[in-house]
């Protein structure tokens, strides 16, 4: 596999969220460029956003991947997740696992059966080769449909009758939640790479007691090796079913010897 291989299949993971598969139109508007006052709140009230409180969870998933250069549709996925700890995943097409992969507070770790390559790497490695500041909370959230975590950081909001606007801001991010209020729950998430300026857009919908089953996402880079042009990704995975377990789920991941590492 070639590092842009690789690159495009690191981006099919990093947005792991779900959504109908017609719905893969551009938003008209963004988070990022609406104004008005914000007010700083050490925490978010619980009448206004309420995060999800499970250990394990499970779905069965349908995912589809539209880009320039690809075009994977309605492949099956399976994901489990431990709150706050890891996601793993395992995609298929015609009955055979091609590819596997866990996300964790550590790292990113991926095997590519089809081409028989696999990938282990930090966040930080995967943030300078995607101009995107990575970590676990901010991914896990974008699966989940929450709002991310960093203790000690404030939160700014910005209310009308119906909404919330969310902002959460460091010095390599700013990460945007439309809260809706009669769902206590996001409806629309933007984050942007203050450095690189790439940007991840995403929409949940149809919502349960547990995540959301629907989400679309769409991420737009600059490719390290052309940095002047600019190329978009939307991902969409609807989810067919949705499980709690208060019992350990397993996280199988085992490189074969004859598999080649990325990069």
């Known amino acids: 596999m070639t590092e842009r291989a690789a690159y495009l299949l690191m981006l099919v993971f990093l947005v792991m969220t779900g959504c109908k598969r ?11 460029s609406r104004q008005g006052e914000f007010a700083v709140v050490d925490a978010l009230p619980d009448s206004l956003y309420q995060p999800l409180s499970f250990t394990y969870l499970s779905t069965r998933s349908k995912i589809s991947i539209k880009s320039k250069n690809q075009n994977i549709d309605n492949a099956s996925v399976s994901f489990r997740v431990r709150k706050d700890s890891a996601i793993w995943m395992s995609a298929s097409t015609m009955g055979m696992e091609v590819i596997r992969a866990v996300l964790s507070r550590e790292g990113v770790r991926m095997m590519d ?21 990575l970590d676990y909370p901010l991914l896990e959230s974008m699966f989940l449909g929450e709002i991310p975590v960093y203790p ?23 990460i945007y939640n439309l809260i809706a209020h009669s769902l206590k729950k996001p409806v ?14 995403s929409e949940y919908s149809d919502f349960t007691d547990t995540i959301p089953k629907n ?34 789920l397993s996280f199988p991941f085992q490189v074969p010897n004859n598999f080649k590492k990325a990069f």
């Open 22 to 32: 017609q719905k893969i139109t551009r938003l008209d508007d963004t988070l990022t």
């Open 113 to 133: 059966r089809f081409n028989k390559v696999y990938l282990e790497a930090s966040y930080r490695n995967l943030a300078e080769r995607l101009g995107f500041a």
């Open 152 to 174: 000690g950081q404030k939160y700014e909001l910005r209310s009308d009758t119906s909404q919330t606007l969310t902002k959460q801001s460091d010095a390599y991010v700013t």
């Open 188 to 201: 629309r998430m933007e984050a942007l790479d203050l450095i690189s300026g790439n940007q991840a857009k």
């Open 215 to 248: 989400v679309w996402l769409e991420l737009t880079v600059k490719p390290r090796a052309q940095p002047e042009k600019t190329e978009q990704i939307v991902i969409s995975v609807v989810h067919s079913g949705i499980n709690l377990a208060d019992s350990t």
